[in-house]
């Protein structure tokens, strides 16, 4: 599924990640975490794990070149959708590429029969527990230690109705419209 966000200042599609790919998600994670993901992790997501769904944002906001800015990974666990990583460029942060990422993610993971969300984030990362607070993610639970560069603990959150009122919930208040076979998902100003 490619989903396409449109605003003033350019396109954004939502597309699965590609082996093409991999340099520049690579930078991104390097970017944006202390205890990246080494190349051959996507490798095995991208090549090997059937049950992992992968995503990248390619934006032509740079003199109409394509570039990715953002990726997202699923895992599909049974029911449960665990978004085991989302990240995207320290420089394109707060202008919705997270947003449409991950509401890609959770229409494609319904879609595929998943009832169930939940996500690792650190105790100290506000701005991605906001994020996750506006999907209708609860906090349900805590990690003690579960980061191995600092010990910081992992809050443990989760959607645990995932079905059709939320996926019309979902496409209503995250400006979800369907143009033929793609979604579009205007930004918000």
């Not at 396409?4 to 599609?13: A, F, K, P, R, V």
């Not at 991999?22 to 970017?31: A, F, G, K």
Request: charged share 20%.
């Amino acid at each position: 599924m490619n989903t396409i966000s449109l605003s003033s200042t350019g396109t954004t599609l939502i597309r699965p990640m590609g082996i093409e790919d991999l340099d520049h998600v690579l930078d991104i994670e390097n970017l944006s975490f202390s205890l990246p993901w080494p190349a051959s992790a996507y490798q095995y997501e991208l090549n090997q794990n059937p049950l992992s769904l992968l995503w990248v944002a390619e934006t032509d906001l740079f003199n109409d070149q394509p570039k990715i800015v953002g990726m997202i990974v699923v895992w599909l666990i049974v029911d449960e959708a665990h978004i085991a990583t989302l990240a995207v460029h320290p420089e394109q942060h707060h202008k919705g590429f997270a947003r449409s990422l991950l509401t890609t993610a959770l229409i494609e993971t319904i879609h595929r029969g998943m009832r169930v969300a939940t996500l690792e984030v650190r105790a100290s990362n506000l701005a991605a527990q906001h994020l996750y607070l506006g999907f209708r993610f609860k906090i349900a639970g805590r990690r003690p230690r579960y980061y191995r560069d600092n010990n910081e603990d992992a809050l443990i959150m989760t959607i645990t109705e995932l079905d059709e009122t939320y996926l019309s919930w979902l496409e209503n208040n995250h400006r979800i419209c369907r143009q033929g076979d793609e979604l579009c998902i205007p930004k918000r100003n």
